[in-house]
């Protein structure tokens, strides 16, 4: 019996031999690996996982694919199949009740409507940075990949390329059309690779990084001190610039992350100044 997609979940069965290999084969898979795959739909991704992988943890919202995945894997022992939802089930305790490791790796065609807040919970904040994968790598709409991969001063590099890109390293792996999905989406998707890492060099106050970058791309089409005006109280904002090194009259999207954590550390020492003339 076919499967059925539902849209709610924003499901899109993926049936390419050659997209699914290019997904478990960027996760560089060995059988020291215990890898994560949200939404395994119909299982196609999962076979390829589990013929890699020491282990599989799969996360199905669908409770109907999760008896036909039951069915279908049935012949495998290296897997666990977990009902829930990504965004809110709490996998270490879920995985510490079955004795199980947890995940050191992610592969997954995920859900294109949710790719935000999996992403936060993969990786974490700026603020709250989570270090609990060595490799991540995802299937998603290539427009998103495009911001996720984007370098300084492209049309689309923006707050969501600076935040990924101070949390992991990003990687392009390639193109997948919408054809090779049932049913098909309306745009074309790309894989991607994340090694999440710790950024150096460190802000002073990652909180305040994470402002000055919501801040600064608030309104693209004003200058970036313009933007950052709530930041800089009495001091004149194109000044703040110029002693973090970046001209005065760029725009959030010309300063890479390097450069972020310089105008934030110089927008920190700021407020403390004014907190210690207080």
């Known amino acids: 019996m076919p499967a059925f997609a539902r849209k709610r979940w924003g499901q899109h069965w993926l049936r390419d031999p050659r997209a ?9 898979l060995s059988g020291r690996d215990t890898v994560l ?3 395994p739909g119909t ?11 020491g282990f599989v943890v799969a996360v199905e919202i669908d409770r109907e694919r999760c008896q036909q995945l039951a ?8 897997w666990v199949l977990l009902p829930g939802d990504i965004r809110t089930l709490d996998l270490p305790a879920e995985l510490a009740e079955r004795g199980l490791a947890r995940p050191n ?3 997954a065609n995920i859900p294109y409507n949710i790719t935000s807040p999996i992403l936060q919970a993969l990786l974490g904040r700026i603020a709250q940075p989570a270090a609990a994968y060595e490799t991540v790598v995802l299937l998603v709409q290539q427009a998103i990949a495009e911001r996720l991969c984007a370098r300084p001063g492209s049309r689309t590099y923006g707050a969501l390329s600076v935040r990924i890109q101070y949390l992991a390293e990003c990687e392009s792996i390639g193109r997948v059309p919408a054809r090779a999905f049932s049913p098909a989406p309306q745009v074309d998707s790309a894989i991607v690779r994340l090694r999440p890492r710790p950024f150096e060099p460190q802000p002073r106050d ?17 200058m970036l001190r313009n933007n950052l005006k709530p930041l800089t109280a009495t001091q004149a904002p194109a000044r703040v610039l110029a002693r973090s ?8 999207e010309a300063l890479s992350v390097r450069d ?13 100044n004014r907190a210690a003339s207080s």
């Open 37 to 39: 795959e949200i939404g």
């Open 20 to 28: 699914l290999e290019q997904i478990a084969a960027a996760a560089e």
């Open 206 to 222: 990652p909180a305040r990084l994470e402002q000055a970058i919501t801040l600064g791309f608030a309104n693209r089409r004003k």
């Open 71 to 78: 069915r279908t894997l049935s012949a495998w022992r290296n």
């Open 260 to 272: 972020w954590i310089a105008l934030s550390d110089r927008l920190d020492a700021l407020a403390a």
């Open 43 to 53: 299982g196609a991704l999962t076979q390829y996982l589990l013929a890699r992988a």
């Open 245 to 252: 090194g970046i001209d005065p009259q760029a725009r959030a």
């Open 105 to 107: 790796k992610v592969a």
